[in-house]
């Protein structure tokens, strides 16, 4: 199998022995047709705001930004100059989205609100037009407490999907692998979820997710690997961005283009960020995902085409790695297809790199991150531009703002 690969795959070969790669992608620009449309995207950007004013009621840190749940992007000039980067250098903060703290509480958080509203939907309990705090009222509680919500998770899905479910008054089980952090599972009991942990991956805990869901009509699961409304939650960030990016005064073109770094785990939040990005912006801002050498399952997907028929365990690879969320073995086939034409490229980045980036963005700009939000740094080393060419370079900080303080020290003394 591994020999088959490489021949058919050479980049495969370096990937089998962890090594780092970049993989550009040839059919990136070409003609494709797509499942989904900006009219899509829309749509979901539609329901987050119906949903705002019960967002702003039910956690009062959403207030501000009237409950819309939005990171800022912000200018890293010190980072910048301490990486010795060509060109301007934004983090979009994720990291710090309020409710939990990652990436995964734009999709994550948007399936649950879908799901909230079509059930009350069909009970005759909402309309469109109504203000939806008022699913924030005892009636409303008692009703979604009938209906159940699983997930499999490694961690920050289950944060996201356990915080909001649990809110709604919804039974939620997380599927948790044993290497999700104890923090995370500690939290979700606190706030009434089940957390059932399995000693082996995340794929393990995933299939006992969908397997609990199959045998109960009013349970709903959340699949990270095929959802349409997770990857369309994500999507939205690509109309919040371009606000942001047109505040900031700055418009892609040919010699000013932007370049946005995603770290990848299973490929839906970076899958779905990309298709709203280029979507939304257009052909001058390029996509770039980042994966640990250990789990480099879209990279082995893209790369080969063979997309989630392939899993890293193929070309002998262990999938461990320190990043959260990014311990990822087979790539979601959803995410990977609608990538076939958006993505710019992958590469893949050893872990100790990670902390080392940590490191350098708390001194430079006293930004605390996860250890996987920083695998975007190294995609600025990837890329090359001609002189008269002023890059816009967006590394996503994809999580860390709840990670407890004594394991941010041991991420920032990490040897
Ligand atoms: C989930 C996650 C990712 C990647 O998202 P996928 O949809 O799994 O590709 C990246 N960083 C962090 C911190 C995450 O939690």
């Known amino acids: 199998m591994i020999d088959a ?6 980049l495969a070969g370096p990937m089998s022995q962890y090594e780092e790669v970049y993989w550009g992608n040839p059919n990136y620009g070409s003609d494709a047709k797509l499942p989904f449309s900006l009219q899509d995207i829309d749509d979901a950007e539609e329901r ?30 010190s980072m910048r100059e301490a990486m010795g980067i060509e060109g301007r250098l934004f983090l979009k903060c994720d990291s710090h ?12 958080i948007y399936e649950i609100l879908k799901f909230a509203e079509t059930v009350a939907m069909e009970h005759g309990m909402l309309r469109v037009e109504e203000d939806y705090s008022k699913l924030a009222e005892a009636p409303f509680r008692e009703f979604f407490s009938k209906y159940r919500v699983s997930v499999g998770s490694t961690g920050n899905l289950g944060l996201s999907i356990g915080i909001i479910s649990a809110m709604f008054g919804f039974q939620v089980t997380v599927h948790m692998s044993a290497d999700a952090r104890q923090w995370k599972k500690d939290l979700l009991r606190e706030k009434g979820v089940t957390v059932i942990e399995y ?32 990857f369309l939650g994500y999507a939205v960030a690509g109309k919040r961005l371009k606000k942001q990016l047109d505040e900031c005064g700055i418009t892609a073109d040919e010699t000013h283009p932007i370049f946005v770094y995603l770290p990848c785990g299973v490929g839906g939040a970076p899958g779905g960020v990309t298709f709203g990005l280029k979507t939304v912006i257009g052909p001058h801002i390029h996509c770039i995902f980042a994966e640990p050498t250990h789990a480099p399952c879209m990279t082995l997907g893209m790369a ?16 461990k790695t320190e990043a959260d969320g990014l311990a990822v073995g087979r790539a979601s086939g959803l995410a990977g297809t609608v990538m076939e034409t958006l993505l710019q490229g992958c590469y893949t980045v050893e872990d100790h790199k990670l902390y080392s980036y940590l490191r350098l963005l708390a001194d430079t700009e006293h930004l605390y991150v996860e250890p996987s939000a920083c695998a975007g740094f190294e995609g600025t080393r990837h890329v090359v531009c001609s002189d008269e060419c002023q890059p816009v370079h967006i590394v996503w900080m994809t999580g860390g703002a ?14």
Not at 205 to 215: C, D, F, N
Not at 304 to 319: E, F, R, S
């Open 304 to 319: 080969t085409g063979l997309y989630n028929q392939v899993c890293v365990q193929d070309i002998g690879l262990d999938a």
């Open 5 to 10: 690969l490489i021949e058919k795959c050479p």
């Open 402 to 415: 709840m990670v407890p303080k004594e394991e941010m020290e041991a991420f920032y003394h990490h040897a």
């Open 48 to 77: 987050l705001k119906r949903f705002a004013p019960y967002i702003k009621k039910v956690f009062p840190q959403t207030d501000p930004a009237g409950g819309l749940i939005e990171s800022p992007l912000r200018e890293a000039v």
């Open 97 to 108: 989205l309020p409710i939990s703290g990652s990436i995964k509480a734009r999709g994550g």
């Open 199 to 230: 000693p082996s991956d995340y794929q393990k805990a995933v299939a006992e997710g969908r397997k609990e869901a199959e045998r109960d009509p009013n349970c709903h699961f959340v699949d990270d690997e095929n959802s349409k409304d997770l």
